[in-house]
């Protein structure tokens, strides 16, 4: 099983569709997840923290559950600035990251 | 503050080459490390550093040496190089501390390409 496996994509959506992503992780002991945003041929970057309480920012949404190591993302009224890939990221030690593979979402007017 | 930079942006090598990589960045994090991203296969770990002096192994640190002689320096460098190497490099740097997670910040990555 991968270290963090995610949905395979790409996801195509309409402008203000809600779009859900999926990852689970083979690790329990990992401690800390993130997704992070990846703009075509650029470096990826933090979008948000996931907590096991769950946790809300703006549009989007991050859940946890670790009794299934499933972590996902939701993103509401999706905008045309959103078409990006997403990763679904957990923590190693001392701050390195092991990376899911990815799902591409193109949002179209 | 310029972050973390990266040179060469680009690359082409011809197979037993040698080249390095650079990376540095200027807030004066502890950690910092090197991805290699390739299609299909998401971002992997080569090598990383804790602090000055001390470096270790990732998951796919074969053909690859590091060394971090100052705080803001962290070169890659690729000993004779392999088609099998071409590939997007990122490196990374995060603030110290403990087991705590501190957010990384990536390069913009440097594209090398081997013949």
């Known amino acids: 099983r991968k270290e963090v496996e995610q949905d395979p994509g790409p996801f195509n959506v309409p402008e203000g569709a809600t779009v859900a992503f999926n990852c689970t992780y083979s690790?329990?002991?990992?401690?800390?997840f993130f997704w992070y945003r990846q703009d075509c041929r650029k470096e990826p970057k933090l979008l948000m923290s996931?907590?096991?309480s769950g946790n809300e920012d703006g549009r989007f949404t991050a859940q946890l559950n670790r009794a299934s190591q499933y972590i996902s993302l939701l993103i509401r009224d999706s905008k045309l600035s959103d078409s990006a890939t997403y990763l679904c990221?957990?923590?190693?030690?001392?701050?390195?990251?092991?990376f899911g593979k990815g799902t591409m979402l193109l949002v179209s007017p | 503050n310029a972050g973390v930079t990266q040179t060469p942006k680009f690359q082409v090598l011809k197979t037993g080459q040698s080249m390095t990589l650079q990376c540095a960045q200027d807030m004066n994090h502890e950690y910092m490390s090197w991805y290699r991203q390739d299609p299909g296969m998401g971002l992997r770990l080569i090598h990383y550093?804790?602090?000055?002096?001390?470096?270790d192994q990732g998951e796919v640190p074969n053909g690859y040496n590091v060394s971090r002689s100052t705080t803001e320096d962290f070169p890659l460098r690729l000993l004779s190089a392999a088609p099998s190497q071409t590939s997007v490099y990122f490196c990374?740097?995060?603030?110290?501390?403990?087991?705590?997670?501190?957010?990384?910040?990536f390069g913009p990555g440097t594209r090398l390409t081997v013949l």
């Open positions: 990374a740097s995060s603030y110290g501390g403990g087991s705590s997670y501190n957010e990384q910040f």
């Open positions: 996931v907590y096991s």
């Open positions: 550093s804790v602090g000055a002096g001390i470096t």
């Open positions: 690790n329990s002991a990992s401690q800390s």
């Open positions: 990221v957990v923590n190693r030690r001392y701050s390195t990251l092991t």
